[in-house]
């Protein structure tokens, strides 16, 4: 399992937000300069990460960008579900995706669930805060 490059993106973006955390709003431009990612692709994340309520955009005078709630209780799940919607391994288990050849005698089917539960899980125990630290030295 790969992240697509969006969620990837998304992550680093948040983690450039979440260590303004405190301080003076951040804005798009600036989360760019310090992240590396390009402009447009920022600006496109802010909007789909500010759609799920993990971002806050304030508009005028002292304007910018702030984490919605406080880095610690946003996870890495919340992150990638902003962007890449919910976490599934197969396409099997979404309402209306019926398009697999092994659908009528498939045995794993009923369990992917419990495994796209346990995934989201894991996911969602890494918090922003733990994302966001330096790079611990080995």
């Given at each position: 399992?790969?992240?697509?490059?969006?969620?990837?993106?998304?992550?680093?973006?948040?983690?450039?937000?979440?260590?303004?955390?405190?301080?003076?709003?951040?804005?798009?431009?600036?989360?760019?300069?310090?992240?590396?990612?390009?402009?447009p692709?920022?600006q496109?994340?802010?909007?789909?990460?500010?759609?799920?309520?993990?971002?806050?955009?304030?508009?005028?005078?002292?304007?910018?960008?702030?984490?919605?709630?406080?880095?610690?209780?946003?996870?890495?799940?919340?992150?990638?579900?902003?962007?890449?919607?919910?976490?599934?391994?197969?396409?099997?288990?979404?309402?209306?995706?019926?398009?697999?050849?092994?659908?009528?005698?498939?045995?794993?089917?009923?369990?992917?669930?419990?495994?796209?539960?346990?995934?989201?899980?894991?996911?969602?125990?890494?918090?922003?805060?733990?994302?966001a630290?330096?790079?611990?030295?080995a």
């Amino acid at each position: 399992m790969r992240l697509s490059s969006m969620a990837d993106y998304a992550v680093v973006t948040m983690c450039a937000a979440a260590r303004h955390c405190g301080s003076a709003r951040v804005s798009a431009t600036e989360l760019s300069e310090e992240t590396g990612v390009p402009l447009p692709t920022v600006q496109k994340l802010v909007s789909l990460l500010s759609r799920a309520g993990l971002l806050r955009s304030v508009r005028g005078a002292g304007g910018g960008l702030k984490l919605a709630r406080p880095a610690a209780a946003i996870s890495l799940a919340d992150i990638v579900e902003a962007v890449e919607g919910p976490i599934a391994l197969t396409a099997c288990v979404e309402q209306g995706k019926h398009d697999c050849a092994l659908e009528s005698c498939c045995n794993v089917r009923p369990h992917w669930g419990l495994v796209n539960e346990t995934l989201r899980g894991a996911l969602a125990g890494v918090p922003l805060t733990q994302l966001a630290q330096p790079e611990v030295p080995a």
